[in-house]
Every structure is written in C-alpha cells, then in structure tokens.
C-alpha cells in the first residue's frame, strides 16, 4: 500500500479502530513517522481519532467480544463506551452487559453501544411493566401509543433497531408518531389511571404531552391525584379527564333540575334538564352509573336458573341448620 499526501484513510468515511492502529503501529516499526502529529497527515486522521483508536485496547475485553464484527469499531464507538464507562462507571455497564458476555452474544455496534447507554435496560424494564407476552406485542395492531411503544421497545431488547429512526424504517411508521408514544406512554405510566388505556389515543395523549411541557411533571402529578380522587369510581373518559385538567368542566347553577320520564315504547327513557347540551358530555358517565344501578337491582336468566335448581334440591330443603340456639 503506498502512502499519499492526501493520507491514507482520508478516503474512508467510516475508518476502523483496528485498522487506525494497525497502520500506525507498522509505519512506527518501519520509522515512518516517530510520533502520533507526524502520523496524522500520512494517515489522513485527526488527533483525536488516532487516539481513540490507540485507546481500544484499554476497553474491558468482554466488551468487544460483544461485537458482531470487531472491525467495524471506529473512533467514535471507543469514545461513546469511554463516556459511559466514566458517567456510570464499569459496575453498571458490567450489569448492562453481563448477561450477554456470559452466552456469548454477537450485536451490530449500533446494538452494543444500546446495551452499554443502558437503552436496552430501559427497554426490558418497560416490558415489564408492560407484563405484555412478546406474541402478543407482534401482534398486536400498530395503531394506539401503548402497541407501537411496546413494539419499539421489544425491538430495541432484540437488537432490531436502537434509536426511532431505525424503527421508523423497519415498521414504516413516521419516526415522529413512535417518538410520540413512547413518551406517551412512558407519561402514562407516571400518572394514576385515570381513564382506560384504550383511550389514550394520539390526539388524547399528545395533550397530555402538551399539559406536562407547560406546567411541568410535579404540577401535572398534583392535578392528576386531585382528579383521581374526584372521580375515582365514575368511570371517567378521557374527554371528561382533560376538560377536568384544563377546568372546562364548570357546572351552571340550576343544573340539578333533572328529570327523567317515560318516552315512546318500552325501550325509552328521556332525560331532561336545563343543560342538556353540557349534560350530553358527560353520556358515557352516565350510562356507566346506569349500568351500575342494573346490576344491582337485576338478575341474569342464568342466575335464575341457577337459584331455581339449588331451591329445589333436597339437600337444601332438608338440611338441618348448622347451630342451634340455646
């Protein structure tokens, strides 16, 4: 290979670590150069790459045995897993990795350099929170924010993808629709239940998003718990959730002169009241109270039955009682 006054390597948009020293250890050895700054131009590296390059070999050994294709480390790689190593320190990359050290696991570096920021920890913890089996999840239809972050999750603990662009490109879903559920749900999950999950939809859940930009995290908590505690049993929708957060939810004076009669047939009831239209709102409320009430007071066919039979058994007309007064 003959060296040029444009360097070697310049050419090459990704330079490996391994190659990056190999050169400047055999240009040391046939005194080429005797110094990293002379190195630099015949080499077509910066300073700070050669550097990175001669620092691979200081990385613990378990960790490039994770590598799929040790090769393909560059500079930049060395530096992220240095940066983390410093951050958090190696006990805590050591569990990040642990595991997988100890099967002999193979990743793509963007995999690896996941697992070490501790992204692929994050992922698993999310899933299990989740308590969603992995059939499920790739089952699951990609349309609400809880099945495309579980999703985004589950690939990021497989190795498909580390980051939402590359989920973006493999699901074919916009990069800004899976960053959206994530935190999404990751800000569900901070919060008591408020309404059902199947409610939180993209529209609902991006002015939740909204709430938590403008007031900050501990107000929106604050407000969520006085809501909770509120509504707690009434089977509130997320409608009826965030006109309560934004204080839309103001009740006209007279409103509680409500009347309900009979309508046409046997099948209709008419509510009345001065405010129907602000009533109207709170329908699902309202027939979930109803439901409630019917429960109560009626007995399914099979429950019938059921009593008819245990009445009429023997056992149960000629069954002595179990204590008797003295």
Known sequence: ?????????????????????????????????????????????????????????????????????????????????????????????????????????????????????????ASKQSLRWSRESENRILKSTLDLPRNISHRYHLGVAKGEWTSYSGCSRALNISRKNIRDAVYIKALWHSLPVLFAETELTFAVGRKLLALDKDWGRQVLLQRAQSIYLKMKGMGATAETVLREFNNENVRPSDLSRVRIRRGRGTKRLIIECNHADFLFQYRRELEFAIRSALKKITVTSEGIEINRLLSNHLCFKTAAPRFSAT
Request: aromatic share 8%.
């Open 1 to 121: 290979m003959t060296m040029t006054h444009n360097g070697l390597l310049r050419s090459f948009k990704k330079r490996s670590c391994y190659t990056i020293e190999f050169l400047y250890e055999n240009g040391l050895a046939e005194g080429k150069w005797t110094t990293q700054a002379d190195a630099l131009n015949a080499l077509g590296v910066s300073q700070a790459e050669l550097s990175l390059a001669l620092k691979l070999a200081e990385l613990p050994d378990g960790l490039i045995e994770l590598f799929e294709k040790p090769a393909e480390i560059t500079p930049y790689s060395v530096r992220v897993m240095r940066e983390v190593i410093a951050r958090d320190g190696l006990e805590i990359v050591g569990q990040r990795i642990g595991e997988h050290v100890a099967a002999g696991n193979k990743f793509p570096t963007r995999a690896v350099l996941a697992m070490v920021k501790g992204q692929v920890f």
